[in-house]
């Protein structure tokens, strides 16, 4: 059994792998200003060098700083960022998160690419780290689901992460996750048990096995063939709390479907091991972030200010 809670803040965060990061910030970046950006090019001077602030309009939970920083410098190699916060750390809003200096023209048109990227993950981060805190008491850890931004599913399992939270399976050759419409193909009760008791004796040793199930009598039938996670789909919380109940430590039990803010609390105190939620990834609001020129320290001639 899982049985442990997610990550406290503050903990160390696994990064994205680099190569990822570039190739998902790159054509981005490609998508954004195929032949370049018309207008600073046509309109700041070539030599003109600018300061931002990244700052936050509202509070938050920061994910994505180094998405943002890709796009600065996978657009002009002279910007530089200097991060005022990392990764996972909570912000208020008015706080600057980053500083940007460099070339004035790929600032600009780095800029929406960039905020893009980190409003998003950061609005992963805070609604997950939202859900971790509702459940805060209880051993249940809070985790994504494949509901996500196609494209986009590392960086946002990266943000739920920031958040606290926890992954589910990356993709389908992942791990064994037999949901309703397999099941509907694998008949009941003893048939089901022969079903599930065959494949687990084709997968390898490391391989997991989850079944999803919708009713309390399908419980017995998949928990006694072996399998490592029971999901319970939109069960009501007493449901949630006789099948935690029945499966005995037998197996990991997870709850999904229905999952809100508001019941996080309700569901973790069943004793699940595991909630999770797509809501964390496929209905977020980005955050409100905004990257402020300092004209003080930035000239459009390129020269410093008096």
């Given at each position: 059994m ?8 503050g ?16 054509a ?20 003109a ?55 004035a ?29 509702a459940?805060?008491?209880h ?6 689901t494949?509901?996500?931004?196609p ?5 946002e399992r ?11 399976r990356d ?21 089901l ?7 687990r004796?084709r ?20 928990v ?12 009501s ?5 006789e ?16 999952v ?19 809501a ?8 409100d972030l ?9 000239r ?7």
């Open positions: 899982l049985g442990t809670a997610s990550p406290p803040a903990a160390e965060i696994r990064p994205v792998p680099r190569l990822q990061l570039e190739r998902i910030v790159a981005a970046l490609l998508e954004d200003a195929p032949a370049g950006d018309l207008t600073a090019d046509l309109l700041i001077p070539a030599d060098q600018a300061t931002a602030f990244v700052v936050a309009r509202e509070p938050g939970v920061v994910s994505g700083l180094e998405a943002f920083a890709t796009a600065m410098r996978l657009t002009d190699q002279r910007l530089r960022v200097e991060p005022s916060v990392r990764d996972g750390e909570r912000f208020e809003a008015g706080a600057r998160l980053a500083v940007v200096t460099g070339p023209r790929g600032l600009l048109t780095a800029e929406r690419v960039g905020l893009n990227l980190l409003q998003r993950l950061s609005g992963i981060a805070t609604q997950t780290r939202a859900m971790v805190d459940a805060a008491g051993p249940a850890r809070i985790a994504d494949r509901k996500t931004t494209g986009l599913r590392v960086l990266y943000a739920v992460r920031c958040g606290g939270g926890s992954n589910h993709n389908l050759s992942e791990a064994v996750m037999a949901k309703d419409n397999h099941l509907a193909l694998l008949g009941e009760g003893e048939e048990t022969a079903a599930l008791v065959g494949l004796a997968l390898g040793h490391t391989q997991h096995l989850e079944v999803e199930i919708d009713r309390l009598d399908q419980l017995e039938p998949v006694s063939a072996g399998v490592d996670t029971v999901m319970l789909d939109n069960f919380l007493e449901d949630l709390a099948g935690v109940r029945r499966v005995a430590g037998r197996c990991t039990v997870e709850a999904s479907g229905t809100t803010l508001e019941r996080i609390a309700a569901i973790a105190a069943t004793g699940v091991d595991v909630i999770s939620s797509g964390l990834t496929h209905s977020v609001r980005a955050v905004g990257l402020d020129i300092d004209l003080r320290g930035s459009a001639d390129g020269t410093e200010p008096a």
